[in-house]
């Protein structure tokens, strides 16, 4: 009965390499985001879908592609990675009640 | 541009200690404040979120007070326990479900 899911929960791959995330949610939430917290445990916002519909696309290169098939899935894919993209991702939702629940986190080490 | 100030980012008590965790920010124009925990290798938890026109919110041995006046919230905690242990991330909403988070303080409650 996980209420966000992510897979998978460590990635490791070389330089150059395109590979996905996937974030599912069963809370029935209508917004779902993608952040990334940093080697300094920063965190920050990357995309916001609400209703399938992109509403925030901060500033992250073009090689970062967030994919909403349905408003319980959010997947973000990352072409050509460098070794600057490794941190750990996480997937979050919200409903009305403003309040964000996030995943677990995915580990990306790009080497 | 909204900036999110956490102090201190570290602070150790002895367990059963109350203590008080601080968090600034410079836009007043907030929509919401929420208090999160984080656990070592997890992801984040929502504790409180205190809306624009609330002052504080409760739940626990936890209350979190908001002054938007002055860009600052307090995250109070009474009677420490060593599993309050933990990273606690003060967040600042604005429209569009934007958040924009401080860098966090460690808390160690040493038994």
């Not at chain 1, 070794?83 to 580990?107: E, H, I, K, M, N």
């Not at chain 2, 984040?44 to 624009?52: A, E, R």
Request: proline residues 5%; contains cysteine.
């Amino acid at each position: 009965d996980t209420a966000v899911s992510q897979t998978p929960k460590y990635l490791v791959t070389q330089m150059g390499n395109d590979k996905s995330i996937k974030c599912e949610q069963n809370l029935g939430h209508d917004t779902m985001y993608w952040y990334k917290q940093d080697s300094k445990k920063f965190l920050k916002i990357m995309f916001s879908y609400n209703n399938k519909e992109l509403i925030i696309n901060e500033t992250v290169p073009n090689r970062f592609s967030p994919k909403s098939p349905d408003k319980a899935h959010l997947n973000l894919h990352i072409n050509s990675l460098e070794l600057g993209d490794s941190a750990v991702y996480f997937c979050a939702s919200s409903g009305q009640a403003d309040t964000q629940y996030f995943g677990p986190g995915t580990r990306l080490t790009v080497l | 541009k909204q900036e999110v100030t956490q102090i201190p980012a570290a602070l150790s008590v002895p367990e059963g200690e109350n203590l008080v965790l601080n968090c600034s920010f410079t836009d007043s124009a907030i929509y919401n404040l929420q208090w999160f925990r984080q656990d070592p290798g997890k992801g984040l938890t929502s504790l409180l979120l205190i809306q624009s026109s609330q002052r504080e919110q409760t739940s626990g041995r936890l209350n979190a007070s908001l002054d938007k006046s002055s860009g600052r919230s307090t995250l109070y905690i009474a009677a420490s326990q060593p599993g309050d242990s933990a990273t606690y991330l003060c967040a600042a909403g604005a429209g569009s479900y934007q958040l924009t988070f401080g860098k966090g303080t460690k808390l160690s409650v040493i038994p």
